[in-house]
Structure formats: C-alpha cells, structure tokens
C-alpha cells in the first residue's frame, strides 16, 4: 500500500543551525506534499507546501525541495531558534484522486539554546 | 470563524462502553476526515467524507464507524471499545478549491481502560 517514510525520528541542532528531514514516498502518482508542526499537546499546522511541478519552495528560514524521480522531500530549516522545537510531519497525497494524505512518522527537532 | 472543532477534549472508557466524537467546522468545506495520532506512529487516517452523505475507510478503519448526515459534521463513533483505540482523535477538513491545505481540529484525548 501507500507508504511515507520519515527520516530521522529525533534530530537535535544547536539554535543557529540548519536541520533538515527527509521523506520517501511510495505512490508515484503523489502530487502534493505538505510539511505540518505539531508543538506539544497542539493539533498539527501547515508549515509549508509543494506541489509536483516545482522543485522547491522557500517561505524566509524555511524551504521544501521534491526529487519526484527518487520520489523523496526534503524540510530545511535554516537558523533555526528554540521556538522551531516541535515534531515535524510530511505527508504526501492525491488530493484530486484518492483524497487520502499518507503521513510519515514525525521528526522529533530539539534546537538547543 | 471557529475553523474545526471536536467534541469531547478528553474522555475516558471503560472496556465495551461507546461513544461518539463530534467534529464541526464553519468553512463549507466538502472533505472532512478523522485521524488518530499514536506515539512513534504519526497520523492514520481512520476514514474520510468527500462529501455530504458519503463516507469512505482509511487505513485503520476496523472498530470506527462514522457519519456525515450534514456537511459540516463528522461524527466517529467506537461501538465497543477496546485499549488498543486509546489515542488522540484528530479531525481534518479542506476545501475542493485550488488550496489542498487540511485544517486541523484541537483533538480528543480518549483513555479506554
């Protein structure tokens, strides 16, 4: 079945650095990708998005980037501060087709101080 | 606008009880789907309605039953329920418009002991 793998499941950086996370997706016919935070005990907010037909899309620190051929996504935050501490979901979806949104695992980002 | 709200924040089960879950929203929005979110395991869609009338499964849909007998409501509903359905219960919506961005609710925090 459809499957999104989320890589690494904790990443610590310290503030100022960069972090970045990693997704595979499974179902080539994906189209849109989006990137939510999730801060403790808070419902999940859309960070970021990309579609299929662009490689890659900044918003200030932070940016997404899509290699559909190896069917991976990419979050990078750059500079990052104490406040980008939170568990980070992609997910990958067919919104026209299937409706469904596969998400990964989560990335647990600590950003020290 | 209150976005996507759910109905009860937290609650706590006895082996067998039942009950229902409410999600409303106020944005018109045609889909609308429940998730449950188990640590290390990110976010699972249990099932989803693509419109008024309609519902459809997800990947773990076995012990949930739903129903959306009004556009802006879903309701998820446990007959019997077991331990293995303590979790947190989120609900999402999004428009069929050009946006695929999905709106989260708050989330219901349920205990079955």
């Known amino acids: 079945g459809e499957n999104v793998e989320q890589h690494p499941s904790t990443l610590s950086v310290q503030e100022g650095d960069s972090a970045v996370i990693k997704c595979t997706y499974s179902d080539s016919a994906s189209n849109y990708f989006p990137w939510y935070k999730q801060e403790l005990g808070k419902r999940p907010q859309l960070i970021i998005d990309i579609r299929s037909n662009v490689g890659e899309k900044k918003d200030q620190r932070i940016a997404v980037t899509l290699n559909k051929t190896a069917k991976h996504f990419s979050l990078h935050i750059t500079e990052t501060q104490p406040e980008d501490s939170a568990v980070y979901f992609c997910?990958?979806?067919?919104?026209?087709?299937?409706?469904?949104?596969?998400f990964g695992t989560g990335t647990r980002l600590k950003v020290l101080a | 606008n209150a976005g996507v709200t759910q109905t009860p924040k937290f609650r706590v089960l006895k082996t067998g009880q039942s009950m229902t879950l409410l999600c409303a929203q106020d944005m018109n929005h045609e889909y609308m789907y429940w998730y449950r979110q188990d640590p290390g395991m990110g976010l699972r869609l249990i099932h989803y309605s693509v419109g008024e009338g309609t519902t459809a499964k997800g990947e773990v849909p076995d012990g949930y039953n739903v129903s959306r007998l009004k556009k802006q409501n879903f309701l998820l509903g446990l007959e019997s329920a077991a331990p293995s359905q303590t979790s947190v219960y989120f609900c999402a919506s999004r428009s069929t418009g050009g946006s695929y961005e999905q709106y989260f609710g708050p989330g219901t925090r349920l205990t079955v002991t």
């Open positions: 997910a990958a979806s067919r919104p026209s087709g299937t409706y469904k949104y596969i």
